[in-house]
Every structure is written in structure tokens, then in C-alpha cells.
């Protein structure tokens, strides 16, 4: 599976979507994030990325793809 590069974030069901603002997924999806390291020390907050990381690593699945996930991460060429 290749890695999705675009924007692919989306709710399941539309309804949830706000408003009559111009509606971006990815700023609900940061606000969550935002919202979830809100109060913990940098040590709770660097757990907290690392449990995340292994969650989606896990959903994904494909190795081809995290493998390059990982190399867009560090910056290499993929």
C-alpha cells in the first residue's frame, strides 16, 4: 500500500463535520492531538507519541509503507 501523501483525514460520518466554516478534517484532528497533550509533563507527552505511533504503526500494518513513513520522517529520500 503506498503511503497517502494528500490530505485523507475525514470523519465516517459526515454529520459530524462543523458549520459553515471552510472545513478542514486535519484541524480537528490537530486540535484533538492539542487537546490530548494539554497538562502532561514532556515525559507523559513523549509516552503519549510513542503509544500513539505503535496504535497507528499497528493499523497500517503494511511495512512497506511505514518504512517509508519512517524515512519521509527523518527526512531521507524515500
Known sequence: ????????FHYADIS?????????????FYQMLIDTHRGL???DSNK??????LLLANH??????LE???HLAA???A
Do not use: C, F, H, W
Not at 500500500?1 to 485523507?8: I, V, Y
Not at 459530524?16 to 480537528?28: F, I, M, P, T
Not at 497500517?60 to 509503507?65: F, K, Y
Open 1 to 8: 500500500m503506498p503511503l497517502q501523501l494528500q490530505p485523507n
Open 16 to 28: 459530524k463535520q462543523q458549520g459553515l466554516r471552510d472545513y478542514v478534517a486535519g484541524d480537528d
Open 41 to 43: 509533563s514532556d515525559e
Open 48 to 53: 503519549l507519541n510513542a503509544k500513539l505511533i
Open 60 to 65: 497500517i500494518g503494511d511495512l512497506d509503507t
Open 68 to 70: 517509508q513513513a519512517l
Open 75 to 77: 527526512n531521507k529520500e
